[in-house]
């Protein structure tokens, strides 16, 4: 008796399984694969024909491959000249060093925090201060940020240059850790936790100046039922 195929057909074109599962049932995998290269074609630019005709010299030579009918007008395609260049994001008019502004996305969406400077990837330096509403320094875009009329003085306020961008980049995992399945969480490294610290009292000495505005930093930002954004003034 003939052995039954691995693989039924159903119905006509439709068959039991498909052709990833034919190849793993089969262990094709497992096979090595032999690949023979073509000789390689040796390829006559000019040939000799034949020509009809007493006065014609008996034969000529000709190009092997025909030249086309048509042609492209341009021989070499010419890349498009791209005449943009990278600009730096401008800021918003009503934004400046130490505008409140109210966070509408992210982990911290409905905070107060404080504009400290805008950075050279058009990201916006903010800090909570971490000790009045937990929102440390982080970098966040204009697109997703209230800019309110508040405002604190920061002219006595340092801002060290060492804020940029690279200050925010995180270590990459080395590719051992990654395949070993290594989960472990990387403590908060010392020294930023110190810049925080340092920062954050500096703004709280300017903001302890007004009664009521380290309660205003601490408030969360909600709407209300009859409230709308377009009528509110911030």
């Known amino acids: 008796m003939a052995h039954a195929p691995r693989n039924s057909v159903l119905v006509p074109g439709v068959s039991r399984y498909s052709r990833s599962a034919v190849y793993s049932k089969k262990a094709l995998y497992k096979r090595q694969k032999t690949n023979v290269a ?27 491959q025909k030249a086309p009918r048509f042609y492209p007008a ?4 010419q890349p498009k000249v791209n005449r943009k260049s990278a600009k730096k994001t401008a800021l918003r008019s009503n934004i400046t060093p ?20 805008q950075l050279d990837s058009g990201l916006l330096l ?7 509403n937990g929102v440390p320094l982080r970098r966040v875009n204009q697109a997703y940020v209230i800019a ?11 801002i060290d240059e060492k804020f940029n961008d690279a200050y925010f980049k995180k270590s990459a995992k080395t590719e051992k850790a990654f395949l070993e ?32 505005f380290v309660s205003y930093l601490k408030s969360t930002f909600s709407l209300r039922k009859g409230q709308f954004p377009h009528d509110m003034k911030f």
């Open 38 to 64: 073509a000789p390689a074609k040796q390829t006559v630019a000019e040939k000799t024909v034949e020509v009809k005709g007493a006065k014609n010299g008996g034969k000529r030579t000709v190009p092997a």
């Open 181 to 212: 399945g290594e989960q472990k969480k990387a403590a908060f490294p010392e020294s930023k936790a110190a810049d925080q610290k340092a920062l954050d009292k500096e703004i709280l000495a300017v903001a302890a100046k007004n009664a009521y």
């Open 148 to 158: 309110t009329s508040s405002k604190l003085d920061l002219s006595s306020v340092k």
């Open 126 to 132: 903010v800090t909570g201060p971490f000790k009045v």
């Open 98 to 117: 130490g505008t409140v502004l109210i966070l509408l996305a992210g982990r911290y969406r409905g905070k107060r925090v404080v504009f400290l400077k």
């Open 74 to 77: 341009e021989d070499v395609p």
